[in-house]
């Protein structure tokens, strides 16, 4: 039991700082070593945050690995760090991809490797640090710090409108996180006057009960915060330019990672911390989630160039984990979680396909392609299989993620399910018109005909996701038992009717075998 | 009268330095070595801090050796070093003289120590134009350069011309309380809250003070001569006296005119709003880096005066923050210029920086954290000092100000980030040349590693700011 009492969480966010360092020490000739420094280094992270798991406990209440140092005594800021399942998922996400996007670099980069690998794994600190931070400071501090590394990535590594897109996407963001900070602030000095003590430590504001106006004004600063980075429909101009010009680890970041950033934002703060005004401000969140799942998927429906459709679905499934979360019943919530972690890997696994047939042509334009089926048989079946995770093919992640936010919302209002259902058609219309147009068919285009299929080290890159897909879509029940305490402290927080009339409302769809919470 | 002398043994001291200037220099062959002897006594004036007992009332009450004044003493040595550490090979290349340089800079740091722990309205005026007189010789310091000429005269006519409207104003008030005394003001003005003529006197010496600190609409000179002043010196006035102007600020405010509190705090609320949103507007546009620097120290003049709205506890400790960790961010943005020579002048335009991070990577991402600091983003002092002036805003119920104030500094990252834009992301072009120096260097590391400590663990320096703040 030794290893549990190390500072588990301080270990993962901060063990690639040690890649940062020796790759700032080694001269950028050495391509080779650089590169496998990088690896190295993310894939000890990603083992290391096994070791969450190992010794993570399911069935025990609130935070675990908790870590808590003062920083700034006089204000009240802490270094405070802690999971729980929600936190604990993302977290392992966060490496997971981390990895993959390092690995899958390997070939697309070939300039500044040592600048490119070092704010990739100062990206990484940064994105684990949001998850496991219960400190308000602590968690802007995080949320800010992985802004500019992925600023420079979008910039030196990005293609055609790189520079446009790499500040539209920091001052956009910027600017909800600013407004984010003063209702950090407000929350903070109205629970000093409050309980008289000063604190930004966020586990103790869930327990407060702040005055519903108060709870108003702060969920709009979170909302613009939050919202942005989800992003949610209004907000949402600045995903499809940067995640069309990021090189390829980027957008498998930007939409893996940094769009749950967001969510995770509502779930871990909003709703807990301010559960009047979260009520009060469904109808507005559900019809903003509906029309982002409606217009994302027109949108892509009409794209020409292929990531930028990949790009603009990530705004549709963005929707679905939105709407999961404000219909606040168990299952949608569970449903929503589930959903973060399946577009982490379907879109991901999409931008990386996206990636391939860009390295190797140069064009992402969806004209530029046809019949590569024939071609490049093991990238058809990869791209197959993310496709329909994508779509929500039963037998995958997606299906259990879409059908758990559905049956939620469904027990609310009929009417929310039965639009997002139509989203999931117009999903479905786009991704198989995507696969048809550029991989059935004859091809046309001489360029197409060498096309290589995927070399090992690309095959492999894709492996990890492939299998959870089938996991989360075959046996998601692990992954539903490691995020039901949290969810249901949430519920119970925000919308506890939810939980006080089981006869009309199933509390899970996977029982996970205890005795069911009345 | 002789434990009053220990009090201000740092002033002291430096002036024997300055009179030692003067007589030493006919006889000194290589007079480079004035430049090792001004850091060598600002370290010693510096550690005589430490040494100078507190006093509360020193030669007749006209100056006041507080935790305050030594902050502010402590800032202004510490900036006037970096600014020294900047200018030797400055005035190597532009071959300027070196004594009167040095001699004008430790004139200014001796003025504006005093003017910290003034509480008296002739002491603060005559600290005051100690400083005042010794930038106006520093702006135009270099006597074939145009540019500098019109720097130096423009800030002196415009610099003299606000000495006067504070000395109006200042009269104003003598001829009210018949004192001079800061106390003493405070305890009569307080009889004549209705009168204009009071009111009249506190709008002069506002005004007086919003052109020190270069607020709108008393902003104009800023740029010009910000642009035209040698560089070394721009970062001196930037910091040094900008700091100083807002220590008397406070002190002029919070010991003589509290009774004023609600009229003058309303001409500051607007006055910060317009100079923060204005100083952002104007920077977004500008290709040189000195004139968008002088923009951005109009905004950062605009967030400062937010704490000063707030007021309170935060208010006033976010202000004293705040200028520790402006400092830092203002002498190093503005000495990066000394690191690019463009033919026979310097590389001050941003373009200049283009693919600098080809060149140098280490100073490249040291720029880039100048720049987060400049913004605001964690984990650098510019955030820690943003955060509690924020905070003030929202603690005292100034939210339409706090919103303001954060989506101007979320609007200040497009301009300055342009130079981050620049340097990683264009590429460099030949024309321009990257002579680093050593004694640039150490003052630009040695910023930006305070910019970083500020940040990372600001506990100490926020205890610091807060012991320091006006009883």
Known sequence: ?518 | MLNDLASISSEIFLSFVLIAFLIVDPFLKRKKIIHFLSLFSLTISFVLLFLEPLSESLFFNTLKVDQFSLFFKGIIIVSSFLVILLSEKFLEIEQANLTEYYFFILLATVGMMFMASSVDLITIFLSYEIMAIASYFLSGYLKKENRSNEAGIKYFILGTLSTGIFVFGFSFVFGLTSSTSLSSIAENIKNFSDSPIALLAILFILSALFFKISAVPFHMWTPDVYEGAPTPVTAFLSAGPKATSFAIFLRLFLEAFPSFENKWKLVIAWVSFFTMTYGNIAALTQKSLKRMLAYSSIAHAGYILIGFTAGGEFGYWGILFYLLAYIFMNISAFGLILFLRKGNSWGEDIDDFNGLSKRSLLLSAGIVIILMSLVGIPPTGGFIAKYLIFSSAIKEGYVALAVAGVLNSALSLFYYFRLGQALFMKEPSEEIKYEPDSFVSMAITFSILALLLLGILPAPFMSLAKISLLK
């Open chain 1, 1 to 518: 039991m030794e290893i549990a009492r190390l500072p588990l969480l301080t270990i993962v966010t901060f063990f690639p700082a040690i890649g940062i360092l020796i790759l700032l020490l080694t001269n950028k000739e050495k391509t080779n070593f650089i590169k496998l420094t990088a690896n190295i280094v993310s894939a000890i992270n990603f083992l290391i945050s096994l070791l969450l798991v190992v010794y993570f406990n399911p069935s025990a209440e609130g935070f675990q690995f908790v870590e808590k140092v003062s920083w700034v005594p006089s204000v009240g800021i802490n270094y405070f760090m802690g999971i729980d399942g929600i936190s604990l998922l993302l977290v392992l996400l966060t490496t997971l991809l981390s990895f993959i996007s390092v690995l899958c670099s390997w070939g697309g980069i070939t300039e500044r490797l040592k600048e490119f690998y070092i704010l990739l794994l100062l990206l990484e600190i940064g994105m684990i640090g949001v998850f496991v931070s219960l400190d308000f400071i602590l968690f802007y501090v995080f949320w800010e710090i992985v802004l500019v590394p992925m600023y420079f990535l979008i910039g030196i590594w990005g293609t055609y409108n790189k520079l446009y897109a790499a500040i539209k996407f920091f001052l956009y963001t910027l600017f909800g996180s600013v407004l984010m900070l003063l209702g950090i602030l407000a929350l903070y000095f109205i629970h000093g006057a409050e309980t008289g003590e000063y604190t930004f430590d966020a586990v103790k504001m869930m327990s407060h009960n702040f005055d519903p106006r108060v709870q108003f004004w702060v969920f709009l600063a979170f909302f613009f915060g939050f919202a942005i980075k989800v992003p949610m429909f209004p907000f949402h101009t600045w995903l499809p330019d940067a995640h069309t010009e990021a090189p390829t680890a980027g957008s498998v970041l930007l939409a893996g990672i940094l769009l749950k950033m967001g969510t995770y934002g509502f779930i871990r703060f909003s709703l807990p911390i301010l559960p009047d005004a979260s009520r009060k401000f469904v109808p507005l969140m559900v019809l903003l989630s509906l029309i982002a799942i409606i217009y994302g998927a027109l949108v892509s429906l009409m794209q020409k160039d292929w990531k930028r459709l990949v790009a603009y679905s990530s705004v549709s499934h963005m929707g679905f984990v939105m709407l999961g979360m404000f219909a606040m019943t168990p299952v949608a919530l569970q449903g929503s979680v589930l959903q973060m972690i399946n577009h982490g890997i379907s879109t991901g696994a999409l931008f990386m396909i996206v990636g391939i047939v860009y390295d190797r042509r140069h064009t992402r334009l969806i004209s530029e392609y046809e019949g590569l089926a024939k071609v490049m048989p093991l990238y058809s079946a990869v791209f197959a299989i993310m496709m329909f995770s994508s779509i929500g093919l039963p037998g995958l992640n997606g299906f259990m993620g879409e059908l758990s936010v559905l049956v939620g919302t469904f027990q609310v209002k009929w009417e929310w399910a039965a639009i997002a259902a139509t989203g999931i058609v117009l999903g479905a219309a786009y991704m198989l018109w995507l696969y048809q147009r550029v991989m059935l068919g004859t091809i046309k285009n001489p360029a197409n005909e060498k096309m290589q299929d995927l070399n090992l080290r690309e095959f492999l890159q894709f492996i990890p996701l492939i299998i959870l897909a089938f996991w989360i879509g075959i046996y998601p029940k692990p992954f539903f038992k490691i995020m039901e305490k949290p969810i249901y402290k949430v519920v119970e927080r925000v919308n506890p009717e939810a939980l006080k009339a089981p006869a009309k409302i199933p509390l899970k769809i996977f029982p996970s075998g205890e005795k069911d919470v009345k």
